[in-house]
């Protein structure tokens, strides 16, 4: 249940209202990435730690940071608009329900701001940004972690030849992150209106699932945006069968089903 006063736009409040989703797509990730990549640690270690910095989250989700946050900083807080997710972080870490728009902390308080893949479900980037800058004090760093908009291109085949089977009308493009609002194509712009240093770190690495079921498990957290535009008849069976059956043939010609993935992170100061 989501009881948090904070508005939320439908899909966000959906997919987020629990870790459910994001726990098995960190689960996927950790296990059939290849190479074997600490993404959290490799955002983190752009930043000169001190060890005594003061460190706000905002879009913290599962916490996957929070730890190896802990581990480099004085003091970590974990923020997210999902009450869900705040309230599922361990006990004893730091939290507090806030929205990217708004954040309820008093101007130059903190000394680093983790943003890691979140920005582009804010519908006003601006204000987050605007608002990133109020909170972070002079010569305080913003990480910024996203994909690029050409990440997983067979797994949005995939999707796509799948969704066109049962007749979903889904356009190719719309399949990716190509049109996410804030990729590490496209991300460049919005934050160097709000920092004067913005540099872009990326990482490329590929999952490789030996069968279909992970694919099928990571891709069942997002089916909602499919289904709602599917016929009537067609539901998340029909979409697991399909998908089955194509990756069974691929993986019976290739050996293995490969995705190329591409992320990174900004790292911005104020
Ligand atoms: C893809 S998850 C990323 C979680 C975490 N940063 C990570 O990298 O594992 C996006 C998170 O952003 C949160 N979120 C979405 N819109 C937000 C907003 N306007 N303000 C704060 N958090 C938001 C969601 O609830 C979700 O937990």
């Known amino acids: 249940m989501n009881s948090s006063p904070l508005a939320q736009d439908s899909y966000v409040q959906t997919q987020y209202a629990t870790q459910d989703n994001l ?5 996927t990730h950790e296990k059939y990435s290849f190479p074997k990549m600490d993404f959290a640690a490799w955002v983190l270690d752009q930043l000169p730690w001190r060890g005594r910095e003061r460190v706000l989250e905002v879009g913290c989700g599962s916490g996957i940071y929070a730890r190896p946050t802990q581990a480099r900083a004085g003091h970590y807080i974990g923020g ?12 004893d870490i730091p939290r507090v329900n806030l929205d990217a728009q708004w954040l309820p902390l008093a101007a130059a308080s903190v000394d680093v701001i983790l943003a890691n893949h979140m920005l582009y479900h804010v519908p006003d980037q ?5 608002q990133f800058t109020r909170v972070l004090r002079p010569g305080g760093y913003l990480l910024a972690a996203t994909n690029a908009g050409a990440n997983r291109p067979e797994l949005n085949q995939l999707l796509y030849d799948a969704a066109a089977a049962l007749a979903i009308p889904v356009p190719q493009e719309a399949m990716g992150d190509a049109l996410l609002t804030f990729t590490l194509e496209n991300g460049h712009a919005l934050l160097a209106r ?3 240093q913005v540099a872009r770190h990326e990482v490329e690495t590929a999952f490789i699932f030996p069968t279909p079921e992970p694919v099928i498990a990571y891709i069942g957290t997002t089916r909602d945006r499919l289904l709602d535009i599917a016929p009537p008849g067609i539901g998340w069976e029909q979409l697991a069968a399909q998908l089955h059956q194509l990756l069974t043939d691929h993986i019976a010609r290739h050996g293995e089903f490969r995705v190329h993935k591409k992320a990174g992170v900004f790292v911005c100061r104020r």
């Open 194 to 196: 709000h920092f004067p």
């Open 23 to 27: 726990r098995i797509r960190v689960e």
């Open 80 to 91: 997210d608009l999902s009450w869900g997710m705040v309230q599922s972080l361990p006990p």
């Open 126 to 130: 601006d204000a987050a940004a605007a």
